[in-house]
């Protein structure tokens, strides 16, 4: 008997998305991107739904109740940001141990709620229920889009650029930080690398102005990895991809943790998740505009390759040639190395 640890998290996924189940006309997108979309009237509702495991995505003392409520709700509002939407309403459901106390209930919706704030999201209820297990958050998400500005991984094409928002690697290197029980000195580099990995920053003002200004022909986030999510854009458009080494905009902090060592950083930069970063791909005629719009957006904007013809893959393009690049990045099922 097959088992899911056999065919990994995007099997599973992949085997789902396969039955025959039954869409009424209303659904545009079902299974198989950040969001689903559905017909509502005049606009387009995006719905989204993630959770946070304890022992899963996070160990006992890495993170505050604060910190949870946050990450929880932001890693749904970045789904809904990479589909060009506007987040909205959100239900909370909680699964809680028996020793799990009011103190620490009332700190999680501290951070839900700070989240919330600070991305226009309302929670509108939710469940409730206990376990024998660690703690979970999981959270649905709805927002709202524009018919003509919802934007899918399937749109890529070849001649287009691909382009990076903020700096990578930062969340992969505050998690080794944990992992190793080792914190960063008090005003280091490292302490934005545990802070991303912490707070993330769902980037919502990033995917309005980018939408409105670039129309981008395809977006996800990047939760997995950066070559992970990429390969998600070339399976859905068809196409492949070449990225250039020297563009890929590795965080200071990475840079700092591998002692300046910029490729062991990079490795981390292209194959770490949890930045929460946009990655899409626009019209080459586009780069042009992305300094005046990076500028705008106190946000860097990084075009870090090009589209390339189906079945060619992913390459990485450095000063020793171009290689190619395999999938990788975060699996729940896969089996540990």
């Known amino acids: 008997m097959t088992r899911v640890t056999d065919i990994g998290e995007f099997g599973l996924i992949d085997r789902i ?49 604060e910190d ?31 020793d799990f106390t009011t103190k620490q209930n ?61 700096s990578l690697g930062e969340a992969s290197v505050g998690l080794k930080y944990l992992k190793d029980g080792k ?7 490292g302490e934005s690398c545990l802070a991303k990995f912490r707070r993330p920053l769902a980037r ?17 986030d990047v939760s997995d990895g950066l070559v992970s999510d990429l390969w998600h854009i070339l399976e859905s458009s068809n196409v492949g991809a070449v990225l250039d080494a020297e563009r890929i905009p590795v965080g200071q902090g990475v840079i ?3 002692g300046g060592n910029r490729e062991e950083a990079l490795s981390i930069a292209v194959a770490g998740g949890e930045d929460y970063e946009l990655l899409f791909t626009v019209e080459s005629k586009a780069e042009d505009k992305l300094a005046g719009i990076a500028e705008k957006l106190g946000t860097e904007l990084t075009m870090i390759g090009k589209i390339t013809r189906k079945g060619s893959g992913v390459r990485m393009a450095g000063r020793d040639g171009e ?10 099922f896969k089996p540990p190395v």
């Not at 951070?111 to 469940?127: F, H, K, P, W």
């Not at 998400?141 to 990076?164: F, K, M, W, Y």
């Open 17 to 65: 998305r396969a039955r025959k189940a039954g869409h009424d006309e209303d659904v545009v997108v079902g299974i198989g991107d950040d969001c689903a979309v559905i017909r509502r009237g005049p606009v387009l509702e995006v719905l989204t739904t993630d959770c946070l495991v304890e022992g899963s995505h996070y160990e006992d003392g890495w993170l505050s109740m």
């Open 68 to 98: 949870v409520g946050w990450k929880a709700l932001a890693v749904n509002v970045s789904d809904v940001a990479a589909m060009g939407g506007i987040p909205r309403h959100a239900v909370v459901t909680l699964f809680l141990p028996l």
């Open 106 to 166: 009332d700190e999680l919706y501290d951070g839900l709620d700070a989240c919330g704030e600070a991305t226009g999201v309302s929670i509108v209820g939710g469940d409730i229920v206990r376990t024998k297990g660690p703690f979970a958050i999981s959270i649905t998400l709805s927002g709202t889009c524009e018919r003509d500005q919802v934007v899918l991984r399937s749109g890529a094409r070849e001649g287009d650029i691909i382009v990076v928002t903020g």
């Open 183 to 189: 914190l960063p000195d008090t005003g280091s580099t």
């Open 204 to 220: 919502i003002a990033e995917s309005h102005a980018v939408v409105h200004t670039l129309q981008p022909s395809s977006m996800i």
């Open 256 to 258: 700092d943790f591998f």
């Open 323 to 332: 290689s190619r690049i395999e999938k990788g990045g975060f699996d729940h």
